[in-house]
């Protein structure tokens, strides 16, 4: 999955950013993106409405873009999640903070509109951002919705506790009638206020009571990515199979599978002890023929594998046409010793490949080096004896012809045929050397020394 870029659109010019990362924040996503020249950009949505851009400035520390960033759950690309807020636009475009205000309530409550309007303190003067919130309390008060002015004031109490229209009514009886059924958690009130509800259960997500609140919350308006982002926070904490296990049904229902296991993997990231997520992310690389983040899984973990896991990391091994090209020593001696451990019946084959693969770039001293901690392993014996034996004849010359057909049993036809070679030379009339390097000659597809060798070899058994 490359990292992500979006085109912004500022009057005439047209940029690109690249993405850095995505905060997502009770109702908001926000992205953070930056230029070719290191400019910050924030791209605000809310939910997964894109709200408008805005170039970084001083950010205040309390600001909803800071907290965001600092209480939320952050991703980095590239990441399913970014992929599914940004890919539904094709660019984005800048409008002015008083268009996109004039428009926010045809498309949005009064309340949200005042909520939103809060997003962008660093980027509008409190003033401002007050003076709107303001109006948008006197167009409900207009209308006698002083449930919705209520609901306006608690927002502007936010973003200016200060603010005279808060002194103004804070006798008001209405209003103290509100406040007691707020304070006293009325379930009637607050079912009709999830705004209100979000912003005071989401800053104590982590009790077991705010969590579930929020989970109802977000499953009720159908936010999947916000509530998967939820459970990811939730067992960033505790760590509990249960919630792992509800974790990945709600992923497995949306994503696919590659993108599920960019997912766990980046849960991996932030909480390795799970259990239950090592064996899925495992699972899953041997399904995908992941081999090298398999085997890197396996050994940081020492997981032990189960029979049908073996069976597939066997087989992954087996379909792997250079072993030593795709995994360092280190790693094969690691493949072979869990499989050994294992007691898979193939283990002992899948040694035999390894050492084939060391054999391009190793001597033998390194392989038995390389061996050491496989020694104590009795279905090891019978291919690390093969390769002691090597090592022990290595320079013998009456005995090049065995070297020779050792070479072969581990795939090393040339270095075979250089001993069958040196073996002819010493024992001109020994037609065994002549019959192997006929042999060889035809297994490296060289037909013409194969052609010649099959002839001399019929010639000195016809002359016995």
């Given at each position: 999955?490359?990292?992500?870029?979006?085109?912004?659109?500022?009057?005439?010019?047209?940029?690109?950013?690249?993405?850095?990362?995505?905060?997502?924040?009770?109702?908001?996503?926000?992205?953070?993106?930056?230029?070719?020249?290191?400019?910050?950009?924030?791209?605000?949505?809310?939910?997964?409405?894109?709200?408008?851009?805005?170039?970084?400035?001083?950010?205040?520390?309390?600001?909803?873009?800071?907290?965001?960033?600092?209480?939320?759950?952050?991703?980095?690309?590239?990441?399913?999640?970014?992929?599914?807020?940004?890919?539904?636009?094709?660019?984005?475009?800048?409008?002015?903070?008083?268009?996109?205000?004039?428009?926010?309530?045809?498309?949005?409550?009064?309340?949200?509109?005042?909520?939103?309007?809060?997003?962008?303190?660093?980027?509008?003067?409190?003033?401002?951002?007050?003076?709107?919130?303001?109006?948008?309390?006197?167009?409900?008060?207009?209308?006698?919705?002083?449930?919705?002015?209520?609901?306006?004031?608690?927002?502007?109490?936010?973003?200016?506790?200060?603010?005279?229209?808060?002194?103004?009514?804070?006798?008001?009886?209405?209003?103290?009638?509100?406040?007691?059924?707020?304070?006293?958690?009325?379930?009637?009130?607050?079912?009709?206020?999830?705004?209100?509800?979000?912003?005071?259960?989401?800053?104590?997500?982590?009790?077991?009571?705010?969590f579930h609140k929020l989970v109802k919350l977000y499953s009720k308006e159908?936010?999947?990515?916000?509530?998967?982002?939820?459970?990811?926070?939730?067992?960033?904490?505790?760590?509990?199979?249960?919630?792992?296990?509800?974790?990945?049904?709600?992923?497995?229902?949306?994503?696919?599978?590659?993108?599920?296991?960019?997912?766990?993997?980046?849960?991996?990231?932030?909480?390795?002890?799970?259990?239950?997520?090592?064996?899925?992310?495992?699972?899953?690389?041997?399904?995908?023929?992941?081999?090298?983040?398999?085997?890197?899984?396996?050994?940081?973990?020492?997981?032990?594998?189960?029979?049908?896991?073996?069976?597939?990391?066997?087989?992954?091994?087996?379909?792997?046409?250079?072993?030593?090209?795709?995994?360092?020593?280190?790693?094969?001696?690691?493949?072979?010793?869990?499989?050994?451990?294992?007691?898979?019946?193939?283990?002992?084959?899948?040694?035999?490949?390894?050492?084939?693969?060391?054999?391009?770039?190793?001597?033998?001293?390194?392989?038995?080096?390389?061996?050491?901690?496989?020694?104590?392993?009795?279905?090891?014996?019978?291919?690390?004896?093969?390769?002691?034996?090597?090592?022990?004849?290595?320079?013998?010359?009456?005995?090049?012809?065995?070297?020779?057909?050792?070479?072969?049993?581990?795939?090393?036809?040339?270095?075979?045929?250089?001993?069958?070679?040196?073996?002819?030379?010493?024992?001109?009339?020994?037609?065994?050397?002549?019959?192997?390097?006929?042999?060889?000659?035809?297994?490296?597809?060289?037909?013409?020394?194969?052609?010649?060798?099959?002839?001399?070899?019929?010639?000195?058994?016809?002359?016995?």
């Amino acid at each position: 999955m490359p990292t992500p870029t979006i085109i912004i659109k500022e009057k005439q010019e047209t940029r690109q950013l690249e993405v850095k990362r995505m905060a997502i924040y009770k109702q908001t996503k926000i992205v953070e993106a930056e230029d070719e020249d290191h400019q910050t950009y924030f791209v605000f949505f809310y939910k997964e409405k894109y709200l408008n851009f805005v170039t970084a400035k001083k950010i205040n520390k309390q600001s909803h873009v800071a907290m965001a960033f600092k209480k939320g759950v952050v991703f980095h690309p590239p990441h399913p999640f970014i992929e599914t807020v940004l890919s539904s636009h094709p660019h984005f475009k800048k409008q002015s903070f008083n268009d996109l205000f004039r428009k926010l309530p045809k498309q949005s409550t009064l309340q949200e509109t005042a909520l939103i309007a809060s997003y962008f303190e660093s980027f509008i003067k409190k003033e401002k951002i007050a003076a709107l919130i303001k109006s948008l309390y006197y167009q409900e008060r207009r209308d006698g919705k002083l449930l919705s002015c209520f609901r306006i004031l608690h927002i502007l109490k936010d973003v200016a506790p200060d603010h005279s229209l808060l002194h103004s009514y804070s006798g008001d009886m209405n209003f103290t009638k509100y406040a007691e059924r707020y304070k006293e958690g009325d379930p009637a009130i607050l079912a009709k206020d999830p705004i209100y509800v979000e912003k005071k259960m989401y800053g104590y997500k982590d009790n077991d009571q705010a969590f579930h609140k929020l989970v109802k919350l977000y499953s009720k308006e159908d936010r999947v990515v916000d509530l998967i982002a939820l459970y990811i926070n939730r067992i960033t904490q505790t760590k509990k199979a249960d919630d792992y296990h509800t974790l990945h049904a709600l992923i497995v229902d949306e994503f696919n599978e590659e993108d599920t296991l960019v997912i766990l993997e980046d849960l991996y990231q932030r909480v390795p002890a799970v259990n239950p997520l090592k064996q899925t992310v495992l699972n899953t690389y041997l399904k995908l023929g992941k081999l090298k983040n398999a085997l890197t899984l396996i050994n940081k973990h020492k997981l032990k594998l189960k029979p049908e896991q073996s069976q597939q990391l066997t087989n992954l091994v087996k379909e792997n046409k250079s072993l030593a090209g795709e995994i360092s020593p280190d790693g094969l001696q690691k493949l072979t010793l869990t499989l050994l451990e294992a007691d898979d019946e193939e283990a002992a084959d899948i040694l035999h490949l390894a050492i084939t693969s060391l054999m391009d770039d190793h001597n033998l001293a390194a392989i038995q080096t390389w061996s050491e901690p496989l020694r104590h392993l009795p279905e090891a014996a019978p291919v690390l004896q093969k390769v002691d034996e090597m090592a022990e004849i290595s320079e013998d010359p009456n005995h090049q012809q065995r070297l020779g057909e050792l070479y072969h049993y581990f795939h090393q036809p040339k270095l075979a045929i250089e001993c069958m070679s040196w073996d002819m030379e010493l024992r001109t009339e020994d037609p065994k050397p002549v019959h192997w390097l006929a042999k060889l000659y035809h297994e490296v597809g060289m037909e013409e020394e194969h052609k010649a060798y099959q002839q001399l070899y019929i010639d000195m058994v016809k002359r016995a």
